[in-house]
């Protein structure tokens, strides 16, 4: 199913299964507080299944994601202690696995190199399709830089020669090449000035792993 938020974003509505568009204009304020309008595309029905039924996938936080501390306000604590003890596990968690949990670093802390913040926001934006090889990329971050086919859609130091660049930030299909589309395909019409901040260091960088 496909909702729509209203403009207060205080309820939603369930869409037609056929609507007439898929667009919807909401008025905004930017990161400065200036108005802004934003056009966002809703799925259709069938288009949620696209993703929603990919076997093998988690579509939602994961454990990796949540393994950090994070400011309350009055105390900083790592978020799954904290669920722990809120009791949002029942039994399934213990103190002892926050050791042995799956864990990244947050993309957006500078104080972690630019590929793991690079991998840990394709793992989290991306890796839910791109798994196993999916188009030739396989972006768990589990999976090392040289095995997930990173390299195979860049090509070092040259951004305009890239084809994740292209289709992550730019939006767009160079030489109009069957197949490929902006990404992600669906959910969401502007790219991500974090995704574009680390995409362009990375691929700049003479020291990445990819060969020249």
């Known amino acids: 199913y496909s909702y729509a938020w209203n403009e207060d974003a205080n309820a939603a509505t369930l869409r037609a299964a056929a609507p007439s568009t898929n667009f919807g204009d909401f008025d905004i304020e930017d990161e400065v507080g200036a108005p802004q309008v934003q056009t966002h595309f809703f799925p259709n029905r069938s288009a949620c299944l696209g993703c929603h039924e ?3 996938t988690v579509l939602g936080l ?4 949540l ?5 309350y306000g009055t105390t900083v604590d790592n978020q799954l ?10 039994n399934g968690f213990a103190a002892d696995d ?21 991998r840990a926001y ?3 934006n991306c ?3 791109h798994h196993d090889g999916f188009q030739g990329l396989s972006l768990p971050i589990e999976v090392a830089t040289l095995a997930s086919g990173l390299c195979a859609k860049i090509t070092k130091g040259d951004l305009d020669a890239s084809l994740v660049y292209w289709r992550d930030v730019l939006r767009g299909n160079p030489g109009g090449t069957p197949g490929n589309a902006p990404m992600p395909p ?27």
Do not use: V
């Open 54 to 56: 990919t076997p093998g």
């Open 62 to 65: 994961q454990t990796a994601m």
């Open 67 to 71: 393994n950090r501390n994070l400011d």
């Open 81 to 90: 202690r904290a669920m722990q003890r809120l009791g949002l596990f029942g």
């Open 98 to 118: 926050l050791a042995l949990a799956r864990s990244m670093p947050n993309p957006s802390d500078t104080t972690y190199p630019t590929e793991a913040r690079l």
């Open 122 to 124: 394709l793992h989290a």
């Open 127 to 129: 890796s839910s399709c």
């Open 186 to 212: 669906l959910g969401t019409l502007i790219a991500n000035p974090l995704n574009e901040t680390l995409l362009t260091d990375w691929i700049l960088d003479p020291g990445n792993p990819c060969p020249p």
